[in-house]
């Protein structure tokens, strides 16, 4: 079993539509909970950073953490075709060391 | 946010070169970069933990001779992949953090081994 799992996609929904994205993971330790946005052939791009469980708002940008569940999610709202590409979740079980566990990757294809 | 810029952005070589990739952290110090590797439609795997002014840290399985990384300056870091191979060919990315938690990425080289 992997230490975090992500459904790979693709996720094909209608500009306009909510992108519903999530994560769970077996590691109890993980507290530092991280979204990134990767598009083709670039670097990933950090979007949302969480800390231990609850929900934080980052403009079209919603992360949900729920440490009980070892479940993590990511919301987008109003979603646009730029909005199309690979979302990465990746958690730490601290700040400083950094050495992130990523999770495979979900494809996200926003239709106009 | 932070920058971080990595080169090239492509390569190309032949097989039994060496090829060096530059990783470096544009408006903040590092001591410490990670280096990744990505495989097609595949997540990020973690290679080394690269320290300034001391040897990397590498992951179970990846040959230190293989890919060596220097960390010379607070705000340098490269990757050298000798004697490369066709297996070698893949999406290397370079990451650094400034002070506080957020990790920030390069733009990564694609290599391409023939």
């Known amino acids: 079993q992997k230490e975090v799992e992500q459904d790979p996609g693709p996720l094909s929904v209608p500009e306009g539509a909510i992108v519903s994205l999530n994560c769970t993971y077996s590691?109890?330790?993980?507290?530092?909970f991280m979204w990134y946005r990767q598009y083709s052939r670039k670097g990933p791009e950090l979007l949302m950073y969480?800390?231990?469980?609850g929900n934080k708002e980052d403009g079209r940008f919603t992360a949900q953490v729920d440490k009980s569940s070892k479940y993590i999610s990511l919301f987008i709202r109003d979603s646009q075709p730029s909005d199309s590409a690979t979302y990465l979740c990746?958690?730490?079980?601290?700040?400083?060391?950094?050495?992130?566990?990523f999770g495979g990757g979900t494809r996200v294809l926003v239709k106009p | 946010g932070a920058v971080v810029s990595q080169h090239p952005s492509w390569v190309i070589c032949k097989s039994g070169t060496s090829v060096k990739i530059e990783c470096r952290s544009l408006?903040?110090?590092?001591?410490?970069m990670f280096w990744y590797r990505q495989f097609p439609k595949k997540s990020l795997m973690l290679m080394a933990t690269?320290?300034?002014?001391?040897?990397?840290?590498?992951e179970q399985g990846v040959e230190k001779d293989k890919f060596l990384i220097n960390h010379a300056s607070l705000t340098l870091s490269t990757l050298t992949v000798t004697s490369a191979h066709p297996e070698d060919s893949s999406f290397y990315i370079c990451?650094?953090?400034?002070?506080?938690?957020?990790?920030?990425f390069g733009s990564g080289t694609q290599l391409s081994v023939l």
């Open positions: 969480t800390y231990s469980s």
């Open positions: 408006d903040f110090q590092a001591t410490t």
């Open positions: 690269s320290n300034e002014g001391s040897k990397a840290t590498y």
């Open positions: 590691n109890s330790a993980f507290q530092y």
């Open positions: 990451s650094a953090k400034p002070r506080d938690e957020k990790l920030f």
């Open positions: 990746a958690m730490s079980p601290k700040a400083a060391g950094n050495k992130l566990t």
